[in-house]
């Protein structure tokens, strides 16, 4: 007897980008991979400042159908004002790929007696956002960390995490034996960026599987890609012709979990003899992601070509006082707005868009130079696309857009899912599953909460 014992079920991540939440049943074990949030989450219902009550744990969630009723997956406060009723952990064991929030964020309602199994790095992350963020907390787990190729076993099932690149470290895919064959789940992933060797490691695994289901992501699986992707050395090289060609500061701003991104500026930076100058914020992710000895990032504290730039707070002083403990840690390495406009030419300075305002101060000669180092706005009538741009042009600011997505191309994947050659493939993280139909015959399109073998 085939199909009939495990079985799949896709509670996020179906005709959406983000939101993953894939449920594996394996006879009496249960086990989740990934519990992120969706990027359209609860849009129709909550915007900006009116946002579901946390006193009210899930119930403004359920109100809506934003999250699915699983039994025995909640925690028991996060049940007490909703009508479901708490019931004892039905489930294993969650697996989290990687630490980009749509693929972690809810697990702050889960029953902290369900395992947490992440990477190393990936555990780094989260213990980050909640110490500089004052709005992100997780909730107690019992977090178990794995490596590469180490094999957790669930009952009957064994679940291998194997590395992946991507455009956050940590990034895994996961082998799952099941009883009746492996699922392999992809995870986010990609091939054109700093640790190509990784993602192509984790589809040789894959294939020698021979699995029977591909559960793949397909973020940039579209008819026709509008927006301009480089890979990560080209990023590199573009970055350094700008740098290397103006005696003028270079402000860039990137997604602030893309380490690779980061360690790109900070070698053009040493190639062109600048100083990368960081917020307090990356400098302490950077500290807490250098205990990982494989990542091979700058440590700002140690490093002479790291600096941290510190914003006037409180008293407009730079006392010790005015800042978060967390904060205080890098002030030996301290730079100013003063000094920052004083050596403008000897310097490369990371500036998040929503800390623009520092610019006044700074007082940026004109003809400099903002690579926007993320993704293009998603429609032209965006807003915050405006507003950067007034203000560059208010600055007499060059703009340039260099990016690396973090996903495989439409290419790639049709390469990807015809290399391991599954028995089945069920798109996820994507908006054209349908296109999937075309590269392979055993695409198996999948709706929202149904049930699948196989
Ligand atoms: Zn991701």
Not at 315 to 344: A, I, L, P
Not at 370 to 375: G, Q, V
């Amino acid at each position: 007897m085939t199909g009939q014992m495990v079985k799949l079920r896709f509670y996020g991540g179906v005709n959406e980008i983000g939101g993953n939440k894939i449920l594996l049943e394996d006879k009496k074990t249960r086990i989740l991979f990934d519990f992120g949030q969706s990027f359209t989450f609860g849009a129709e219902y909550f915007t900006s400042w009116l946002s579901p009550r946390a006193i009210n744990g899930l119930k403004d969630h359920f109100e809506f159908g934003l999250l699915p009723k699983i039994r025995g997956l909640y925690a028991k406060e996060q049940l007490a004002f909703t009508n479901f009723q708490y019931a004892k952990p039905e489930v294993d064991a969650i697996f989290l790929s990687h630490a980009h929030f749509d693929h972690v964020a809810h697990i702050c309602f889960v029953d902290p007696q369900i395992p947490v199994y992440l990477g190393v790095g990936t555990k780094l992350f989260l213990e980050s956002m909640e110490e500089t963020s004052g709005y992100c907390d997780y909730k107690e787990h019992d977090y178990r960390t794995f490596r590469t190729g180490k094999k957790i076993k669930i009952d009957g099932v064994v679940v291998e995490p194997v590395h992946v690149d991507h455009s956050i470290p940590a990034a895994y895919g996961f082998l799952i034996h099941t009883s009746e064959g492996t699922v392999v789940y992809t995870g986010d992933l990609r091939m054109h960026g700093a640790r190509k060797d990784l993602t192509e490691e984790f589809a040789e695994r894959a294939k020698e599987c021979e699995p029977d289901a591909l559960v793949c992501e397909g973020t940039r699986m579209v008819l026709k890609e509008k927006r301009k992707n480089y890979s990560e050395s080209q990023v590199e090289r573009l970055s350094d012709e700008i740098v290397s060609s103006t005696d003028k500061i270079v402000f860039m701003t990137h997604y602030s979990r893309d380490m690779d991104r980061l360690r790109t500026f900070y070698n053009v930076a040493i190639k062109n003899g600048r100083e990368i100058v960081i917020s307090p914020k990356t400098a302490c992710l950077l500290c807490k992601l250098i205990q990982d000895e494989h990542l091979d990032l700058p440590d700002p504290l140690g490093d002479e070509h790291v600096l941290v730039y510190y914003k006037r707070k409180k008293s407009g002083t730079y006392d010790d006082g005015d800042y978060y403990v967390w904060e205080r840690q890098f002030m030996d390495k301290m730079v100013t707005c003063e000094f920052v406009h004083e050596n403008q030419g000897k310097l490369i300075m990371d500036l998040d868009f929503y800390q623009f305002a520092e610019l006044i101060d700074i007082k940026p000669s004109r003809g400099s130079h903002f690579i926007r180092s993320m993704s293009e706005p998603f429609s032209e009538e965006d807003i915050e696309d405006k507003v950067l741009h007034n203000w560059l042009d208010h600055f007499d600011m060059q703009f340039h857009q260099l990016h690396a997505s973090g996903h495989l191309n439409r290419e790639q994947i049709g390469s990807l899912v015809t290399e391991i050659d599954a028995k089945k493939v069920f798109p996820v993280h994507t908006e054209n599953a349908y296109l999937f139909k075309q590269i392979s015959k055993n695409v198996q399109t999948i709706e929202s909460e149904k049930e699948y073998g196989i």
